[in-house]
């Protein structure tokens, strides 16, 4: 397998522009998560979902940020309009029973 | 109190040397706990898991539990300059059994 899929790898992006990550999770597994990492913050988790449905979002900080899985196999993370303090590292990360598996991440940067 | 804390270090051993990394956590009902490994610019990696009290041995990393003190660490012996990174202690909790990270604590092995 190819482990997790995250695209695109580097976004760089003007302040107020929509921007979509994407995340192709390991086959089979049932839980999907995304985090967002920054120094000031270390890993975060954003939202996850199981089979999915969306089961907690508590952690996404504001409503201009939103996620959906249409289907087992791709979900996306949605910033619309995106800050500069939205700049980080994000990541999507899949789970086979407890062990939790990484995508490279997007590193984005919004000027 | 953060549910899993880290001393953030840096710490800094020289190599051929143990190094040894502390983690404690706030939900005494956690069951499972982990720790990854993350070198600069990538993405965090399991490198050991522990579920009961006591001691596990994978090579040259021991993990170590006390669940009555809260406390799990890592030890990781005759360290050498590649285990140089960043090293996340995760805690599973919550009713989707989600991991809570900390803040991570960088290691440097000098050569």
């Known amino acids: 397998d190819a482990g997790v899929i995250q695209s695109p790898r580097h976004e760089v992006t003007e302040m107020g522009q929509e921007v979509t990550l994407r995340c192709k999770p390991i086959s089979g597994h049932d839980y999907l998560f995304w985090y967002r990492q920054t120094m000031m913050r270390g890993l975060e988790l954003l939202i996850y979902?199981?089979?999915?449905?969306?089961?907690?979002d508590s952690g996404m900080p504001e409503d201009r940020f939103s996620a959906k899985m249409p289907n087992a196999s791709f979900s996306t993370l949605k910033i619309q309009p995106s800050e500069p303090r939205d700049s980080a590292v994000y990541f999507c990360?899949?789970?086979?029973?407890?062990?939790?598996?990484f995508g490279p991440g997007t590193r984005l940067l919004v000027l | 109190q953060k549910e899993v804390e880290q001393n953030s270090g840096p710490l800094s051993v020289p190599e051929g040397a143990i190094a040894s990394l502390n983690c404690t956590y706030s939900d005494r009902g956690s069951q499972s706990f982990f720790w990854y490994r993350q070198y600069s610019g990538k993405s965090p990696e399991l490198i050991m898991s522990i579920y009961s009290n006591g001691d596990k041995e994978d090579g040259r990393f021991t993990a170590q539990l006390n669940k009555a003190s809260q406390y799990v660490s890592l030890l990781i012996r005759d360290s050498q300059p590649s285990d140089s990174a960043t090293y996340l202690c995760a805690v599973v909790s919550g009713s989707a059994r989600q991991l809570t990270f900390g803040s991570g604590t960088q290691l440097t092995v000098l050569p």
């Open positions: 979902f199981n089979n999915n449905v969306p089961i907690d």
């Open positions: 990360a899949s789970r086979e029973g407890e062990t939790q598996y």
